[in-house]
C-alpha cells in the first residue's frame, strides 16, 4: 500500500497489517480526518490478498485513544457538523479479516468503543479502559452499547455507561471486555505472535465466522455479508452455475443433469 496518511500510520510484517493511530501528543484522539483515513485504510486492505490479520494500536506508550475531538469541524448538528467515527466503525465491522486491538495505554470514550469493535483485544498490564460521555453530557447509543452488552452482559455494561469506573486490563479480562493482558514490555512480541497463529488459519473460514457474527447486529447488511460476500462467490464456480450462464449466453436450454454437482 503506497497510500500516504496523515494522522495514522500503515505497515505490514508479512500477513500482519499494522494501523498506528498517529497522534501521541493529542491522545490519539480521532479526528475527522482521522475517522476518513482509518476508513480508507481498511477499503484499501479489503482490496489485497496480502495480509490475513489487522492490527490496531496507539503511537507512543501512554494512548491507545481516548476519544474523538469536533476541532475545524463545521458548527451544526447536520451531518457535516458530526464526528464520522460510525465510517470507522462500521469498516472494521464489515472487514472480512480478523482485527485484533493492540491497546499500548488509555483507551477511553469513543477509544474504549474502538478496541470494543475490534475482534480481539490483547492489553499491556498497565492499560486503562473508561466510557466517560455521560460525565462530559455525551454517549455512544448504538456501537458502543450493543457490542458492549455483548462482552460483558447488559447489567455490567449499564455500569460501565452509568457510572463511568476506571477499569484495570486485570478486571478487563475477568469481565471478558478484553481477551488477554501481558507485561508492557511484552504487548508488542504478544501481539504479533497472536496475529501470526490466527494468520495461520484459513482466511475464507474466517472471513465466514467474521461474517456470521456480524449478520446479528448487521440487519440484511449483515446477512448480505455471509450470503453475497461469501456463499454467492462459492454458487458461482458451481457446475450448475457455470452451465446455467453458459446455456442462458447461447440462448439454449440448460443441462440440468449437472445441476447439484
Avoid at 22 to 34: I, K, L, Q, S, V
Amino acid at each position: 500500500m503506497t497510500r500516504q496518511f496523515e494522522t495514522i500510520i500503515y505497515s505490514e510484517d508479512g500477513p500482519i497489517g499494522t494501523i498506528t493511530l498517529n497522534r501521541p501528543n493529542n491522545g490519539n484522539m480521532f479526528n475527522e480526518t482521522m475517522c476518513h483515513e482509518i476508513r480508507d485504510c481498511i477499503n484499501d486492505i479489503r482490496r489485497e490478498t496480502r495480509t490475513r490479520v489487522i492490527v490496531i494500536t496507539g503511537a507512543g506508550d501512554k494512548f491507545f485513544c481516548i476519544g474523538g475531538e469536533k476541532t475545524g469541524m463545521p458548527d451544526t448538528h447536520l451531518y457535516p457538523g458530526v464526528l464520522p467515527v460510525l465510517d470507522m466503525y462500521e469498516a472494521i465491522d464489515r472487514l472480512q479479516k480478523p482485527v485484533i486491538a493492540s491497546v499500548n495505554g488509555f483507551a477511553v470514550g469513543g477509544g474504549n468503543v474502538l478496541q470494543v469493535m475490534c475482534d480481539i483485544t490483547i492489553a499491556k498490564e498497565s492499560a486503562v479502559f473508561r466510557q466517560v460521555g455521560p460525565m462530559m453530557g455525551s454517549f455512544d447509543a448504538g456501537f458502543g452499547t450493543w457490542y458492549l452488552e455483548d462482552l460483558v452482559g447488559k447489567k455490567r455494561a449499564k455500569e460501565i455507561w452509568f457510572r463511568n469506573p476506571k477499569i484495570s486490563a486485570k478486571e478487563a479480562v475477568e469481565m471478558g471486555l478484553i481477551n488477554k493482558a501481558v507485561p508492557d514490555d511484552q504487548l508488542a512480541a504478544a501481539t504479533r505472535e497472536m496475529a501470526l497463529e490466527i494468520a495461520d488459519r484459513g482466511a475464507f473460514a474466517l472471513a465466514s465466522i467474521k461474517a456470521a457474527f456480524g449478520a446479528r447486529h448487521g440487519g440484511v447488511a449483515g446477512l448480505s455479508r455471509v450470503t453475497h460476500d461469501l456463499l454467492l462467490r462459492l454458487n458461482l464456480d458451481t457446475d450448475e452455475s457455470k452451465e446455467l450462464s453458459k446455456s442462458f449466453s447461447e440462448k439454449r436450454s440448460p443441462d440440468s443433469s449437472t445441476f447439484g454437482h
